[in-house]
């Protein structure tokens, strides 16, 4: 998969806002545990997450979230 599509990716997650956040914590520790051999590879680290959330390699976790008691 060269480059998922949008709408694809869409499905993935529950929001657009999700894909970015999740995409970008993904890309920036693939930058951090890079070696020097890594770096021979042609693809960028947002299209390897990107690839990655495709693919569902990449699992998400949502907060769950806390009910309001009164």
């Known amino acids: ?3 998922p599509s949008f709408d694809y ?3 993935k ?9 999740a995409a970008a914590k993904r890309a920036r520790h ?12 042609s693809q960028k680290p947002v299209t390897v997450a990107l690839a990655e ?7 998400i976790e ?5 009910s309001k008691i009164k």
């Open 9 to 11: 990716l869409l499905q």
């Open 62 to 66: 949502r907060p769950q979230q806390q």
């Open 13 to 21: 997650v529950e929001s657009k806002y999700e894909l970015v956040v």
């Open 30 to 41: 693939l930058t951090e545990t890079c070696t020097v051999r890594d770096n021979l590879s």
């Open 53 to 59: 959330i495709a693919m569902d390699k990449l699992i």
């Open 1 to 3: 998969m060269k480059e």
